[in-house]
């Protein structure tokens, strides 16, 4: 790789360690770093059929069709899951569809020989955003099939600056590029990658799977009735502005899934909600929701996906910062969804705002406004669903079209 983004690399990682000083999520990367080598090394001399990367949990959620379907048709089949963040390794370091889960290394040369010799992958596969360039080259070099899924690009991307010719010859190590929608597979061709194929969004497919099964707390759904709010995967930013909003409407009742439930990060937030609050987990140990709780908190990992049934609007955070969260996990019960501005890298947001079932906000004035329409119209509110439901329908079926692209032409039992 070119020696600046070797620099920039070598950089990052020392910034890691010393961050590792104060950050328990850096200290936890580090830690699990040291941890990658030995924990492959308990499959020396065996190789693994599919090697699956993806950055966090978002990512996970992308892949994790695809992995079952594998898992499925071939429970033989030696999988390995890699992760870059924290956040994605804790919480899917057991998960039982795959024989094991691992960080990935810094993308250093030496680290990328010595991990995909470890590996030894029949085929690699990465999620939606992830270009490390080393692992990419090594891969290439020893003629490994690699693919990225559920992959979407914008024009603003450095593949396609004048200057980006590093980053378009990685696009070049890709076997093929399965991509979102039609704007990105222009965008590619735009440059002379043509060995793509529009496949949709495996998440569609995942949520679909979700909203499948029960939830198992029929006195949560009883307790939700005639109106809730749920926010998912709530910021500080979101709720500075979505409380405000609830002080002013007694009547609505929230769920709320912050995107960190540490104990200094529940405490505050009970401390601002206006109303009684309840943590889920104390619900589950009882078995019941008392008649005069405002807010229900969701302090656990794995239940947000099928709470979005016991509500009537959602909305999702991280829209005042990087990015929003997952709004199809919500969208697939036909429930509108409102985030903040920073949406433009999903496309789900936008399709959903174009077709009327996607609300953005920037201030509590906006939130009213919506909220207003969503509230005092139930054929608003039933319009407003019906898109989202439909929308979700209608972009199923990316996880089977992509395993038989992918495992037809490149079949580890061959």
């Keep these: 790789m070119n020696p600046v983004y070797n620099a920039g690399i070598a950089l990052y990682s020392a910034a890691a360690r010393v961050a590792a000083l104060k950050s328990g999520k850096a200290r936890r990367l580090v830690a699990g770093h040291k941890q990658t080598f030995p924990r492959l ?7 693994f059929d599919v090697w699956i990367h ?13 992995i079952e ?24 370091k057991n998960y039982d569809k795959v024989d094991c889960v691992v960080y990935l290394p810094f993308d250093t040369p030496a680290n990328a020989r010595k991990f995909v010799e470890a590996v030894n992958p029949r085929v ?43 980053w378009r010859r990685l696009l070049r190590c890709f076997t093929h590029l399965y991509v979102q929608d039609r704007a990105s597979a ?8 043509e060995n793509v194929t529009v496949a949709g969004d495996t998440r569609f497919d ?13 006195y949560l759904e009883q307790w939700a009735a005639p ?73 656990c990992f794995g239940k947000l996906s099928a709470l979005y049934r016991c509500g009537h609007v959602a909305l999702i955070g991280g829209g005042f910062g990087a990015g929003i969260h997952n709004i199809n996990e919500a969208a697939v019960y036909g429930m509108p969804v409102i985030f903040g501005p920073r949406h433009n ?17 920037h201030d509590l004035d906006s939130l009213s406004s919506v909220m207003s329409r969503l509230c005092a119209s139930g054929q608003a509110l039933s319009k407003a669903a019906s898109v989202c439901e439909k929308y979700i329908a209608g972009n199923i079926g990316a996880t089977e079209k992509i395993y038989n692209l992918i495992f037809s032409e490149n079949n580890p039992e061959k």
């Design 41 to 47: 090394g308990d499959y020396a001399g065996k190789q």
């Design 54 to 66: 993806a950055a966090s949990v978002g990512e996970f959620e992308q892949a994790r069709p695809l």
């Design 69 to 92: 379907r594998i898992r499925a048709q071939h429970p033989h089949w030696k999988i390995l899951l890699s992760f870059f963040s924290p956040s994605g390794f804790e919480l899917r």
């Design 124 to 166: 690699a596969i990465f999620v939606k955003y992830e270009f490390w360039g080393n692992y990419l080259s090594e891969l290439k070099r020893r003629e490994i099939p690699t693919y990225i899924i559920s992959a979407i690009f914008r024009p603003g991307q450095r593949f396609f600056k004048r200057w980006g010719g590093m």
């Design 186 to 193: 222009d965008l590619l061709r735009g440059i002379g990658i």
């Design 206 to 218: 995942r949520v679909a799977a979700v909203r499948s099964q029960r939830l198992d707390m029929p």
């Design 227 to 299: 109106f809730t709010m749920i926010a998912g995967s709530s910021w500080e930013a979101d709720e500075e502005i979505y409380l405000r909003w609830l002080a002013a409407h007694p009547e609505v009742k929230i769920i709320i899934a912050p995107h960190e439930f540490d104990d200094r990060r529940i405490a505050a937030l009970r401390e601002a909600i206006p109303g009684k609050s309840v943590l889920i987990t104390d619900i589950m140990q009882k078995g019941r929701v008392d008649d005069d709780v405002r807010a229900v908190i969701v302090n």
């Design 345 to 361: 890298k999903f496309k789900e947001a936008s399709d959903l705002i174009e077709l009327g079932g996607g609300f953005e906000y």
